[in-house]
């Protein structure tokens, strides 16, 4: 184990991580990186950031020593530009980003709300001496919007677990739809498809993820379900986590993932990593978590009527289920695993380690 290995990194990340109330891609991603680098010898001390407050990242980042290792969450890092500027030749500041924040008009971590703007996350990016992305489109968007220069980004996309393949039902019958229900997931153009499958016999669909993110944005969903005569058929489970969640993938058939605005897409990793066929809108990185082959359908962004054709397509040719569950199958030995990922983030953070140890000597 190399001295960088046994150095101190501190991890600023949105004080409500490990909350099974508001689980997330951001959250699960980042709860990996801590246990994963632990487990790889780093001395990793976690940095949790209430969502109240206009200085709590500045506060925070001004009790670290000089020099000190920090690992910044990008949701934190753009809440308050100027704070890691003013620690940026004092501090080995990295920032892991999940998303171009200012692209998205409201994210949200953890429960910490925050709105973004492209001037501050510049800001902030720039006082990085690396920024670790989850895609190779997030990267992208950050080299076009002038947030960062190529040689600092680094991509660590997210990895899985393993997991047993799942089993198809004849049918094919049971969508599986996962993500916090709100606008930017697209749950709404999923049910305006399905409204118009009504004639098809034997489906469900199950909607897992909190329903406490955009309120009024469920209220309409319930109203739709309800016009669209779906009550027995669409189910919001709320958040499910563990056991719970892992045995609503094993009873899927097909993942379904509508969403307008995606960076990666962990649940599409997770459901390859099943063994389950996908259909989703061809936004941000989605595709990057799909390997090679024909396990998944890509729709255009924002086109329920499209959504509607694959899906009756899929119940309509039982030779079309069984060759994307085949191909679904084969994608589960390509799959990342999350070692891989910690892998190229510990060597990110001991590059910046050693790089500074050099300059100091």
Not at 15 to 26: E, F, L, N, T
Not at 81 to 86: F, N
Not at 140 to 155: D, N, Q, R
Not at 250 to 278: H, K
């Amino acid at each position: 184990m190399n001295e960088a290995r046994r150095a101190v990194v501190h991890f600023v990340v949105p004080d409500g991580i490990d909350d099974p109330q508001r689980v997330s891609g951001g959250n699960r991603y980042d709860q990996q990186v801590r246990d994963g680098l632990r487990g790889s010898g780093w001395d990793l001390r976690m940095i949790l950031v209430p969502e109240i407050g206009t200085t709590v990242v500045a506060s925070a980042l001004a009790e670290l020593p000089d020099e000190a290792l920090v690992l910044v969450d990008g949701l934190v890092a753009v809440r308050e530009p100027p704070a890691l500027g003013v620690h940026a030749n004092r501090l080995r500041i990295v920032v892991l980003a999940h998303m171009v924040a200012s692209a998205t008009p409201q994210s949200s971590s953890a429960g910490m709300a925050m709105v973004a703007t492209i001037d501050g996350e510049r800001q902030s990016l720039r006082a990085a001496k690396r920024i670790i992305t989850t895609s190779e489109f997030t990267r992208a968007e950050l080299l076009a919007g002038g947030f960062a220069a190529p040689g600092t980004v680094v991509v660590a996309r997210a990895g899985t677990q393993p997991a047993a393949a799942t089993i198809a039902s004849p049918s094919g019958g049971r969508l599986l739809c996962v993500g916090v229900v709100a606008p930017h997931k697209g749950q709404d153009l999923l049910i305006r498809a399905l409204s118009h499958l009504t004639d098809v016999d034997g489906w469900r669909c199950t909607v897992v993820g909190s329903l406490d993110a955009a309120p009024a944005f469920v209220d309409d969903l319930a109203q739709s379900v309800r016009d669209g005569n779906l009550a027995t058929r669409v189910s919001f489970t709320g958040v499910l986590a563990g056991k719970r969640l892992d045995d609503a993938y094993s009873r899927a058939d097909l993942l379904v993932l509508p969403s307008r605005s995606e960076s990666f897409g962990m649940v599409v990793a997770e459901g390859v990593a099943r063994g389950i066929p996908v259909v989703a809108a061809r936004v941000g990185g989605i595709p990057e978590a799909i390997p090679a082959g024909a396990s998944g359908v890509f729709v255009p962004p924002e086109d329920p009527w499209a959504f509607e054709m694959v899906l009756r397509h899929w119940w309509g040719s039982p030779q079309w289920r069984r060759d994307l569950k085949d191909a679904a199958m084969l994608a589960r030995a390509t799959t990342r695993s999350w070692s891989d990922t910690i892998a190229l983030i510990d060597s990110t953070l001991a590059e910046v380690a050693f790089s500074a140890a050099e300059v100091s000597a």
